[in-house]
């Protein structure tokens, strides 16, 4: 038993099972793989994805494309995790059909995860970009941030890219100094969290910052930013991403400003 994932644009192919949805199997597909060569993806419960690039007609009582966002709502979590990490690898493919380097078509190295060139022998790896999260706290208080790109009364922590030549906890302290213009103490590390959409490997910090700072959002990238107290939290990520996680266990009282006096503690 097999899997089919079949992407249009931002929307995945997905089978009706009542209220609910399934991934489409091999055998849904009636001309699978028709004039495309399918390209393994990963397992799921012991059974293979497969990505295929078309799909010449659907049963639309059977089938429905579902928006990838879909994902931080759907209750089968490895429905979730297949769409996005498939829909990662879909770009890379994708974006990889010629050699960087020569230009000459690519092909599927068979040892694996790559795409090498027969001309000129480049071997081509999937993008993984470090990128940082910090919660920043200040006592009973949480600083959150407003995107340029969020909805009107969305706020998540402060977040950026890693720099060419910076460390992790450096790249903490320069991302909220640039972003909205706080120094901040005491960087230690929380957890990890892929984040296929962007190409991310987003590593997420705890930091401490003193709440007389002036505030100064850079009206680029954070149109605003404030402290705010639990209870009173605005509109934010939910927990299936590492921003929701880090601020829903902040207002459960389980992360804390780490009393230490020092000023960058990144052990």
Known sequence: MDYVLHFKNNSLLLKRNGTTFELPLKKDIPDFPGNSTPIF?????????????????????????QEISFFRT????????????????????????????????????????AL??????????????????????????????????FQTDFYSLVAGYADIGESLEEA?????????????????????QP?????SMMIGYIADADDTQPIKADKKEIED??????????????????????IEKFEKGELKTSGLNSTNDTK
């Open 41 to 65: 993806l990963f397992m799921l419960n012991d059974c293979m994805c497969f990505l295929i690039w078309e799909v010449s007609s659907i049963d639309n009582d059977r089938f429905v494309y």
């Open 74 to 113: 759907i209750p089968q979590k490895e429905i979730a995790w297949a769409s996005i990490v498939g829909h990662q690898l879909m770009n890379w493919y994708s974006q990889n059909k010629f050699c960087g380097k020569c230009g000459s078509p690519t092909l599927h190295k068979g040892d694996e995860r």
């Open 116 to 149: 090498s060139c027969a001309t000129c022998k480049t071997v081509i790896f999937p993008k993984i970009s470090p990128a940082i999260i910090v919660l920043i706290l200040c006592r009973d208080k949480l600083l959150l941030a407003h995107n340029a790109n």
């Open 172 to 192: 903490v302290a320069r991302e909220v100094k640039e972003e909205v213009g706080l120094d901040v103490t005491n960087i230690r590390y929380y957890k990890s």
């Open 195 to 199: 984040w296929p959409f962007s190409g």
């Open 225 to 246: 930013a404030a402290w705010f107290t639990r209870g009173n939290l605005p509109k934010h990520p939910s927990s299936i991403s590492i921003a929701g996680e880090m």
